[in-house]
């Protein structure tokens, strides 16, 4: 059959208005087609308006979506969380720290300013069944000749910092292929270091820290790495010191799935972020308080600053408070600041102490509680 076209019709749009009978066109006269609705300015108006409008929510929403930073999917997360009550109330920037209970955690060089012998322990309340535990000993050994007698101090001094921290979750409902529940499941991830450091002289120290780490994720999944730490600390006067620290290198973790899946098992490698830390600590033995600053820069693309304080309200009685994870790299991740206190008691030559420290956590159902206790000797 033939197809006809009616001249009548101005434009291709208005053939939506058409009859169609198999494949030939039905013409309309001329007084049916000024009967053929069409679009009014108003009409174009609204429909534009809508398609913008449309259109902008949608670049709005983008621009809306927290931006993404490869550090959060970096492995290790839990050994970025802080080191005890102390550390973590003072936003976790104590590398150039020299007062007080010291750790390797946060500077190998550190130890050699320890005051007799740091033993720590901590325990943090977290929620979504987390757990995140501390230990700790910290030593300074002066090594002595009779010529150094003769000057009145050691010839050497080293410093020797052991500690670990564990982490992991429980209560993970296990099933099977059918959905079927099984059994409850947990992993195990830890970090056991050993730094020693030494003083080079009045002024400056270095200091070397080996990291073993064991994560236990499945039965018959599990992975260790070792990384290192390298740490420097100068101290320009009574008030000033200055830090620097590489942290994890070389670490990863590699993963192999073949005794669960056979043949189907597939390996995999994961690298820790390479930390590169500078630290200030400025302290005012007059007023006894003291505040340090960290800027941190990762290969995972952060700039990261921590800042904190520290002040001896009392006798035997220390405030602080603090912030960390403040991101100029990333707008959207989130800051976390933190405060606590830790009290002191002398006994004879021992010193007893009890932590706490409050971190707020986004995205949990409840923040953070560091409690610990410190011996010194």
């Known amino acids: 059959m033939k197809n006809y076209f009616n001249p009548n019709l101005k434009t291709i749009s208005q053939f939506d208005k058409l009859s169609l009978k198999g494949n030939v066109i039905l013409s309309l006269s001329k007084d049916d087609f000024e009967k053929i609705p069409r679009l009014d300015k108003a009409s174009v108006t609204k429909n534009i308006f809508f398609i913008l409008f449309f259109l902008l929510s949608s670049v709005v929403s983008n621009f809306a979506q927290p931006k993404f930073s490869e550090m959060s999917v970096k ?23 020299t007062e007080g209970n010291i750790v390797a955690y946060y500077n190998p060089a550190a130890s050699v300013f320890q005051e007799g012998n740091s033993f720590q322990t901590g325990y943090s309340f977290l929620s979504l069944d987390r757990s995140l535990n501390f230990l700790s000993f910290t030593r300074r050994f002066e090594f002595r000749s009779s010529k150094s007698e003769n000057l009145g101090r050691p010839a050497s001094v080293a410093g020797l910092s052991a500690g670990i921290i564990n982490s992991g979750v429980s209560k993970i409902d296990g099933r099977d292929n059918n959905g079927l529940k099984t059994k409850e499941l947990s992993t195990s991830e830890n970090l056991f270091f050993l730094g020693v450091a030494n003083k080079f002289s009045e002024k400056f120290a270095l200091g070397l820290t080996v990291k073993l780490y064991y994560y236990k994720l499945y039965e018959q999944v599990t992975t260790t790495s070792v ?25 990863k973790y590699k993963w192999d799935t073949s005794p669960i899946y056979g043949q189907q098992g597939l390996s995999s490698e994961n690298e820790f972020p390479l930390l590169k830390k500078l630290g200030v600590r400025y302290y005012n033995p007059e007023y006894k308080f003291l505040i340090v600053t960290e800027f941190e ?37 989130a800051v976390k600041p933190a405060a606590g206190f830790s009290y002191l008691y002398k006994i004879d030559d021992y010193t007893v102490g009890i932590d706490y420290a409050f ?19």
């Open 227 to 251: 990384g290192l730490d390298i740490g420097a600390l100068y101290r320009f006067n009574d008030n000033f010191n200055f830090s620097f620290v590489l942290a994890d290198l070389n670490a």
């Open 75 to 97: 492995p290790g997360a839990f050994s970025r969380m802080g080191f005890g009550p102390r550390g973590i109330g003072m936003g976790n920037g104590l590398t150039s720290l």
């Open 297 to 333: 820069n990762s290969n995972a693309g952060t700039n990261i600053i921590r800042l904190g304080g520290e002040y001896n309200i009392y006798e035997g009685l220390y405030l602080r408070a603090g912030v960390d994870q403040l991101n100029l790299s990333n707008d959207d991740w």
């Open 359 to 377: 971190m707020l956590e986004p995205y949990s159902s409840s923040d953070r509680h560091i409690i610990g206790v410190n011996f010194n000797f």
